[in-house]
């Protein structure tokens, strides 16, 4: 794997050497760890002049979960606890490049903070300092084989809670309670943790895109809609679906599934390589908006995931740009009644080329709507 993240820097390298600069430093944790194999808590990663450096506070944990670093890139350890410029490993990295005789630095300015740009600059006042924008970020977009069988397995974690969960008795329990017995499972069954805080809503909270659960309790008659995911070796899926509580939904109920649904559908269909962001997004969008619920509509259809749980790209209306083959990105179209509820389906996919079977979905739990 070591050969992996050596290419990952390189390509960096190459980037920012064409745009005139000797070295770049990366603070943001997700891109540390693509480029480091693991982003110690407050680490800094330098691609020096003559050597790349992982400047470290403390020794790095030795946690699976938490990476290990790479073993062909040299660390520079810092004490814990330290104070000043020597607690800071971004100001300390900016140092080293400068003693490995750089004369200008490329730096995250979208993640550093205005005092740590100052320090930087006040530390190296000899380095002249850019922007490497998001260079890593649009790198990290297209995964290899590797980060794509670590968001399998996450999903098949997410997908193994969320059916334990099913099988068990929903009515009478709080949306909290449900959410937290969903993060337990996914740990038991090996993921790092939750990829975000899991949603459980219920009754005229079902189908509201990031609703944080709340004491109500679940009853008979009502939608559950239910939006988790795993986080396994760093990176992160999602999975979303809506439920009815009882023995039979109600005719309202059974019509805005079936229109979501189709909506999902429409833009899971639309993932191709070449297709337009946009594009993706119109597919599922028309759907519902051609049936008057434009007003319900959630700004965007679907985002990228891996390291983090909302990356590039964003699959949204004034979204510029195509897909590539291998970029995951999930697909979750809903509406939201305000005082009813409603419905959410969410799937995360991998872009493949027709020939190669066409979109790969990850997140394999039923979309039939299930009466619980």
Same mark, same amino acid.
Request: hydrophobic share 40%.
């Given at each position: ?12 390298? =190459? ?6 600069? /000797? ?9 540390? #760890? ?27 944990? =030795?946690?699976?979960?938490?990476? #290990? ?6 660390? !520079? ?19 080293? /490049?400068?003693?490995?005789?750089? +004369? ?26 850019? +922007? ?11 995964? @290899? ?13 997410? +997908? ?28 038991? !069954? ?10 459980? /809503? ?8 990031? !609703?944080?659960?709340?004491? #109500? ?40 599934? +079936? ?19 946009? @594009?993706?997004?119109?597919?599922? #969008? ?12 959630? %700004?965007?259809? $679907? ?13 949204? %209306? ?6 590539? /083959?291998?970029? %995951? ?23 493949? %080329?027709?020939?190669?079977? $066409? ?14």
């Amino acid at each position: 794997m070591s050969e992996v993240y050596a290419t990952r820097r390189s390509r960096l390298r =190459d980037h920012f050497t064409a745009a005139g600069t /000797a070295a770049a430093l990366v603070t943001r944790p997700a891109n540390v #760890r693509y480029l480091a194999a693991a982003a110690p808590q407050g680490s800094a990663l330098l691609l020096g002049k003559r050597e790349d450096l992982l400047v470290c506070v403390g020794q790095p944990d =030795d946690r699976p979960s938490e990476g #290990r670093p790479d073993e062909n890139l040299r660390l !520079h350890v810092l004490p814990p606890n330290g104070t000043g410029v020597g607690g800071d490993a971004a100001v300390v990295a900016a140092d080293l /490049a400068v003693a490995q005789d750089a +004369d200008s630095l490329a730096v995250e300015e979208h993640h550093l903070t205005v005092a740590r740009h100052r320090a930087i600059a006040a530390v190296a006042p000899t380095l002249r300092l850019g +922007d490497l924008g998001a260079a890593v970020e649009q790198l990290r977009v297209v995964k @290899d084989e590797e980060e794509i069988s670590c968001l399998r397995i996450g999903a098949e974690i997410a +997908d193994q809670a969320l059916g334990e969960l099913l099988e068990s008795i929903l009515v009478g329990r709080t949306e909290r309670h449900l959410a937290l017995e969903l993060e337990r499972r996914l740990v038991d !069954h090996g993921a790092d943790g939750p990829a975000f805080a899991t949603s459980v /809503a219920t009754g005229p909270n079902s189908g509201r895109r990031g !609703h944080r659960p709340t004491d #109500r309790r679940v009853e008979e008659g009502d939608f559950l809609s239910v939006c988790l995911g795993a986080t396994y070796r760093g990176y992160r899926c999602e999975i979303g679906r809506t439920f009815v509580i009882g023995t039979s939904p109600a005719e309202w109920q059974i019509e805005l599934y +079936d229109l979501v649904f189709a909506a999902q559908r429409a833009g899971r269909e639309s993932l191709a390589p070449g297709a337009v962001y946009a @594009d993706v997004d119109r597919a599922a #969008r028309q759907v519902l908006d051609s049936a008057g619920y434009a007003e319900a509509l959630p %700004p965007l259809t $679907g985002h990228g995931v891996g390291l983090e749980i909302d990356e590039d790209p964003q699959l949204a %209306p004034a979204a510029m740009g195509k897909l590539d /083959a291998c970029v %995951p990105v999930t697909v979750e179209p809903g509406v939201h009644l305000p005082g009813r509820g409603g419905v959410r389906i969410d799937d995360t996919l991998v872009v493949r %080329p027709e020939a190669d079977g $066409g979109p790969e979905l990850l997140t394999i739990t039923t979309k039939e709507l299930l009466a619980l």
